[in-house]
Each structure stands twice: as C-alpha cells, then as structure tokens.
C-alpha cells in the first residue's frame, strides 16, 4: 500500500505569512493528489486536486505542486479563516485505492 | 446546491451490524461516484469504499473487506454503507463524499457525517 507522509505534523504561524507543508508518497503517483482543509467539528474541504488545480470558489491564495513522490501545498499569505488542518491523498488506480496523509496542523501564532 | 445528508450511525455491539445511508440532491447522482470516508475520534481521514455511478464496480479498503459492502439505488438517490462483524476499530464519523468528476483522484463534495460506536 502507499503511503503518504505530511511534514510537519504541527506548526504555528501568523497571520500574513507564507506557509508550506510538504506530502510525500511511498511511491510514484504522477499527479494523483489533492489537499483538504478541515476545520473542527466540519467535513472536510477540497482545495487543489490533481497536484496543481484549485478547485472552484478556493481563494487563489492557496497553490499546489508536485508531481511523483513529493508534493507542496503553500499558502502565499495567512489570513484568519486558514487555521485548520490539511490533508492530502492520493489515488491509485489498479485497484482504486485511496490514502491520506497524517495531516498537518496549522495553529496561529 | 449539492447535498449529501448521512444517517444511520449508532452505537452497536461488536461483532454486530450496520447499515448507513447517503441521500444526495442538487446534482444528477447516477452521474457520479460514490464514496465513503471516515474518521475516527481525533484522528485522520481514513477511505473506506468507492462504487461506481452505475453500481457495477465497487473498493474497499484492506481492513474492510469482506465485513462492509456499498451499493446505492439510483432511483432515490441514495448511497448506503453495510457494516458486518463490526470491531472496535471502525468507531468513526462516517463521511459520504463525491467523487469529482474530471478525474478519479479527489473528493469534491462531502456530508455532514454520521457517527459509528462499536462497543460492549
């Protein structure tokens, strides 16, 4: 099974930074990863699938890259709302099979 | 407005069994994969199992298989989740969660979540 590695676990940082957590896969999944967002007690939020692609109404702020085992998500300035923990996934294809990161916990400074 | 509203979470026995429920609106749900995702207490996202818009290809994770099986009935526009041989460990929040259509790779939309306790 694949794995998928989150660094850091937890992190503070403030408002107006620019922030970058790093997912990295046991293996090669081309461009099969996306990022979520999660805030307590809240489903998770699709921000950026197929490594790069932000997803419809996400603020243009949060980027994604990457391709085979490393992958970045990176936030260019906090604002208040980004306080939350992230996750990425992968997707492999023969069998489907999905897996999540550890995630990372983003807490404000 | 897409919507995935779940039910059907309780507290069960071990050894027991479940059935949850995902009742979609606001998109052409026979159009879409399905999936379920959960996630324990203060833990991480866990996939669970996927169905395909027709219901003719299904997946589950390792730990599952063989005890859960997904289906769904198109006609009501509903997605279900039947848990056998329930164990300690699938204690979890139970997420429905749609499959975005222009690739396989993520989940677009998800419910509230409906809360599974397996205990003695």
């Known amino acids: 099974a694949i794995r998928m590695t989150q660094s850091p676990s937890s992190f503070s940082a403030s408002i107006g930074d620019r922030v970058t957590i790093t997912c990295r896969a046991s293996?090669?999944?081309?461009?099969?990863l996306a990022w979520y967002q999660q805030k307590p007690g809240k489903a998770p939020k699709l921000l950026i699938y197929a490594a790069s692609t932000l997803q419809s109404g996400v603020p243009s702020r949060f980027s994604g890259s990457g391709s085979g085992t490393d992958f970045t998500l990176t936030i260019s300035y906090l604002q208040s709302e980004d306080f939350a923990t992230y996750y990425c996934?992968?997707?492999?294809?023969?069998?489907?099979?999905?897996?999540f990161g550890q995630g990372t916990k983003l807490e404000i400074k | 407005e897409v919507r995935l509203v779940e039910s059907g979470g309780v507290v069960a026995q071990p050894g027991g069994s479940l059935r949850l429920s995902c009742v979609a609106s606001?998109?052409?749900?026979?159009?879409?994969?399905m999936h379920w995702v959960r996630q324990a207490p203060g833990k991480g996202l866990e996939w669970v199992s996927l169905i395909s818009w027709d219901g003719d290809s299904t997946s589950y994770e390792d730990s599952v298989k063989g005890r859960f099986t997904i289906s769904r009935d198109n006609s009501k526009n509903s997605l279900f989740l039947q848990m056998n041989s329930l164990r300690t460990e699938d204690t979890a929040l139970y997420y429905c969660a749609r499959e975005v259509q222009e690739t396989a790779a993520a989940f677009d939309y998800w419910g509230q979540g409906t809360l599974v306790t397996v205990s003695s």
């Open positions: 606001g998109f052409t749900f026979d159009h879409y994969n």
């Open positions: 996934q992968q997707y492999y294809s023969y069998p489907p099979m999905y897996t």
């Open positions: 293996q090669g999944i081309s461009t099969y």
